[in-house]
């Protein structure tokens, strides 16, 4: 495997029980489609309580069973909003530092700085994010804000920019794998294969996230000619 390889998303997660949240977005096989997709996975009672639901054109978070939410805040939020052109898609509630940061004419990573990792120490789960441009031509970008130490002493904020390239996606998630604490994700987003086909890619991730652990998924397919977009969502609690 050299730098350039791109791999099969479902190969990359079949064997690995958790993952956490994850990002993919991209470009599809034939140049045709923008694709951005988001998973959570949960371990505990209270994580795995919840639900994808699409409210006034935002995704949001929401609990399966209000009687069970013992505590709401890093497990609801909107997961993705719409300012003008842009598509900002994250793994919480920063989706709206990000919408006020546009909205206020700061950069995606200049919007990010006032945030950082999350507050559940040991784990300090990483804040993950992506914003997807749709102005004249399309382009990506992808955010980590992680721990710099085991004491969540400092925050290490990680941006990439994107040029897209055709079947070429890039995926970003919270840990590297299951773990207490859990292992925060390393290096670069990884290189996943994009196909024109939504239903084979959707299908591809949800039948490979862990059974026991994954919650919901959301992916949408943007025609870059029409501006027309699908989307596909699948929660477990369903």
């Known amino acids: 495997m050299n730098n ?21 977005t991209g470009l599809s096989q034939s140049g045709k489609y923008a694709c951005v997709a988001y998973f959570i996975m949960g371990r505990s009672e ?12 935002a995704l949001f978070t929401k609990p399966f069973d209000e009687s069970k939410v013992s505590d709401p805040s890093l497990i609801i939020y909107a997961a993705m909003r719409e300012y003008k052109k842009d598509l900002i898609v994250t ?14 004419g700061k950069s995606f990573s200049e919007a990010l700085r006032a ?8 784990n300090f789960t990483p804040r993950i994010s992506a914003v997807l441009h749709f102005d004249k031509t399309f382009s ?21 920019d994107y040029e897209p390239i055709k079947g070429l996606g890039h995926f970003i998630h919270t840990y590297v794998t299951d773990g207490n604490p859990l292992p925060t994700f390393l290096g670069e ?13 959707t299908e591809t991730l949800w039948n490979n996230l862990n059974e026991n652990n994954k919650i919901s998924l959301f992916v949408r397919y943007v ?3 029409s501006g027309e977009h699908n989307d596909v969502l699948l929660n477990k609690n369903a």
């Open 115 to 122: 945030r950082k990792f999350e507050p559940d120490a040991p």
């Open 140 to 160: 990506y970008e992808m955010s980590i804000l992680k721990s710099a130490d085991a004491e969540g002493s400092a925050c290490n904020r990680y941006t990439f």
């Open 189 to 201: 987003p990884e290189r996943v294969l994009i196909p024109d086909d939504q239903k084979a890619f």
């Open 91 to 104: 793994n919480g509630d920063q989706t709206d530092t990000i919408f006020d940061g546009l909205k206020a």
């Open 46 to 57: 209270n994580s795995r309580n919840r639900v994808f639901k699409m409210e006034d054109g």
């Open 223 to 225: 025609d870059l000619q």
């Open 4 to 24: 350039y390889t791109i791999t099969d998303i479902g190969e990359l997660i079949k064997d690995n029980a958790y993952v956490g949240r994850g990002i993919v």
